[in-house]
């Protein structure tokens, strides 16, 4: 009973190449995430989906496009991967359905991304 | 300053000690905080969740929050090995359309046998 699962766990490639992760949750949860943590820990918000819209969309270099085919997926494809994009990707959910509610978020198991 | 800041550790201790763990932040706008617990390669878990000032108490673990200094705590009493772990402070807001939490850079933590 995965509630938020993510493919591949692990992903080496070379420098360059263009690679997908995706994401499903079955919690039926509105909003969706795609967070970046770097060899330090430090785990930071890279894009947000609510009801497949986005709606948050940080620093983020161009080469990264999320895609949310449906409320319950969303997919994160890097394209030209560089050394720097080495880390590890979470996805997360959550079921805030509007303003006023809270924010807790459940997160997958990551994808750790070397790149060569 | 940072929006959120948080010690890194790492933090050693032995088994059955009191552990604190502390987050300060700068956004007076953050209304919720969190404590997440993440496992060496494993994904974040939802350890603890407050909303106001005061303290929120779940077994071992006591989440305290003081708005007024910008300061939230995490302790944990008669800490065990199993507690070993990163620990990560969140907070946000709800309202509009900024969903996001931010996140303190994680507390690693070891408790020794």
């Known amino acids: 009973d995965t509630a938020v699962s993510q493919t591949p766990k692990y992903l080496v490639t070379q420098m360059g190449n263009d690679k997908s992760i995706k994401c499903e949750q079955n919690?039926?949860?509105?909003?969706m995430y795609w967070y970046k943590q770097d060899s330090k820990k430090f785990l930071k918000i890279m894009f947000s989906?609510?009801?497949?819209?986005?709606?948050i969309n940080e620093t983020v270099p161009n080469r990264f496009s999320p895609k949310s085919p449906d409320k319950a997926h969303l997919n994160l494809h890097i394209n030209s991967l560089e050394l720097g994009d080495s880390a590890v990707y979470f996805c997360?959910?959550?079921?805030?359905?509007?303003?006023?509610?809270?924010?807790?978020?459940?997160f997958g198991p990551g994808t750790r991304l070397t790149v060569l | 300053q940072k929006e959120v800041e948080q010690d890194p550790g790492p933090l050693s201790v032995p088994e059955g000690a009191i552990v604190s763990l502390n987050c300060t932040y700068s956004?007076?706008?953050?209304?919720?905080f969190m404590w997440y617990r993440q496992y060496s390669r494993k994904g974040p878990e939802l350890l603890m969740y407050?909303?106001?000032?005061g303290n929120k108490e779940d077994g071992r673990f006591t989440a305290q929050v003081d708005k007024s200094s910008k300061y939230i705590s995490l302790f944990i009493r008669d800490s065990q090995p199993s507690d070993s772990a990163t620990y990560l402070c969140?907070?946000?807001?709800?309202?509009?359309?900024?969903?996001?939490?931010?996140f303190g850079k994680g507390t690693l933590l070891t408790v020794n046998p």
């Open positions: 997360a959910s959550s079921p805030l359905s509007g303003s006023g509610s809270t924010d807790t978020q459940y």
């Open positions: 956004n007076s706008a953050f209304q919720y």
């Open positions: 989906y609510n009801n497949k819209e986005l709606i």
């Open positions: 969140a907070m946000g807001y709800s309202g509009g359309s900024n969903y996001k939490l931010t």
């Open positions: 407050t909303y106001s000032s």
């Open positions: 919690l039926g949860h509105d909003t």
